[in-house]
């Protein structure tokens, strides 16, 4: 059994209310890698970096069981940079650069010891990336798990559509399923969007938890009241990380598994917010991981004898 | 076992993105009263009405087994009315007109007849009158529960404070906790706000559910994901009625089932706002509120069975 990722490997430098970094790894598919890692091996990483991306910060990732096969490395660039300022209620941010640098390059190819993964991570890239990676597998997915963004929605909605069409599970927060479906009501939203294609829908709305629709169901997973939220960075795609790595080693596609999934995933999350981009998640040992997961239940664990 | 319930009768004219209405019977005491005469007979109101408060609104109410003693009726002026817009996200409103009318000569009197009540709700109103009633009782009841607004922590924190602490549940909204704090975390709001004096603490969040703390613990209930939010006046007024009902109906004030009595809350906020004002609380029947329930236990129950 094995994880394909796609996504981004970047430097982040990131200022919130609690501090600030100037220089700190991040990316989508680091996120994911960080997470995933802790229930499955391997994780296939498909990315691009430049010749600035630290040694030891791919050693990190390789001795938790992450191939670099399908990262390209560019010689003459530099990695993917962004830069944001996140407001006090941690919802909402302000992008002060975005330096594409290798990511103009980025055209993801995937290994040929790549083929036959059974679950595929879309991370936040161009949708016509996400569709030629798709297209590349000769073996469809068991599970193909899908992240996007409101940018793509503005400026690549056809191509977005597409994909979209194509994937089991599409994860977007609250206001892109608004955006993406036209509708207020996320349970309006969510009938559209599950119309488009996919039979899954993650809306994940932040520190108010995560919604998980499919046919008529939901299924609602809250986030952890935490003391500090330190700096919020990541934290979505380190909450699919953990959906998708839980999925992948039980090997369990059903609604059921999916909310425990989504558990498993609002947990890591939870663990990603406490400190600066994935300083936390070199941290965590599973021990840690079983006992947030038991906090999550005793928080939302009630009897419901009403006699 | 009886409750008295203490707060406003009153007219609303409410304006939201899916209709408006001009002149619809509102009030906390109203929506309390609502909510908790499903689980509890009788509801000892203690109010103050005028002249224009229609008699089969009070017959209604009766028939419900609420019990008007302590509701004053003042023969020359008009009830209390608030006029209000709410924006599209439904969880912020302007307030249009505030006419005070009879609510500047509130004096609440407590009946002999309610004396001896095991289960007290203060509504929202000024912290001196709800200490009034307090200091009324002969006899301290078991539970007192305690709502109010970020008004009175502007213009009576002090006499705010004093109730506070003599209380045993106070309801509050995020912002609120903050404000009343001054902590932007809600896990060190909550911490603070328990030591001002009450055991609990609920920190409602509208459609993204409510916490309860009660010393090192928090419990988590979601409100249900609805097609439509057509109006959310009195729902928080609702859910405080579903939450003392169904803990004076069990004469259980444990905190696990103080958990029960949230999701009992929210399942009848969740019928609130599905019309303009009490319109949906005067229809529901018991069996509407054990099938909504049963859409709470759905929504949250999962499987944490992770090997």
């Not at 680091?30 to 630290?54: C, E, H, L, M, R």
């Not at 791919?58 to 300022?85: A, C, P, Y």
């Not at 909310?259 to 400190?275: D, N, P, Q, R, Y």
Request: charged fraction near 25%; charge should be negative; hydrophobic fraction near 45%.
């Amino acid at each position: 059994m094995s994880l394909i990722t796609v996504g981004t490997m970047a430097f982040d430098a990131i200022e919130t209310p609690f501090g600030k970094v100037d220089k700190i790894i991040g990316g989508s598919a680091t996120y994911v890698a960080y997470a995933a890692s802790n229930f499955i091996k391997p994780v296939q990483q498909i990315s691009i970096i430049g010749n600035d991306f630290p040694e030891n910060e791919i050693n990190e990732l390789k001795k938790r069981g992450v191939q670099m096969d399908g990262v390209e490395m560019v010689q003459d660039k530099k990695s993917f940079f962004w830069s944001g300022r996140y407001h006090l209620d941690m919802n909402s941010r302000d992008t002060l650069v975005t330096d594409l640098n290798v990511l103009e390059d980025f055209n993801p190819v995937v290994p040929d010891s790549y083929q036959g993964s059974e679950f595929l991570m879309l991370g936040n890239v161009m949708p016509k990336l996400q569709l030629s990676v798709i297209n590349q597998l000769k073996k469809r997915p068991k599970l193909i798990v899908m992240d996007t963004m409101n940018f793509w929605m503005d400026v690549a909605l056809d191509d977005l559509k597409e994909v979209i069409a194509k994937v089991d599970v599409l994860l977007v927060n609250d206001s892109e399923a608004r955006q993406l479906s036209g509708e207020f009501s996320l349970v309006k939203a969510a009938r559209k969007i599950l119309s488009m294609g996919p039979s899954y829908l993650i809306i994940k709305k932040g520190e108010h938890g995560a919604l998980l629709f499919h046919k008529n169901h939901v299924f609602f997973a809250p986030a952890l009241p935490l003391e500090d939220v330190f700096d919020p960075t990541g934290a979505g795609d380190t909450f699919a990380g953990g959906f998708i790595g839980h999925l992948a080693k039980t090997k369990d596609i059903s609604f059921d598994n999916m909310k425990t999934a989504i558990i498993v995933g609002s947990a890591l999350a939870s663990f990603c917010v406490e400190k600066f981009g994935p300083d936390r998640m070199k941290e965590i040992t599973s021990k840690d991981i079983e006992e947030r997961i038991s906090e999550f239940v005793q928080l939302v664990n009630f009897d419901i004898d009403l006699v």
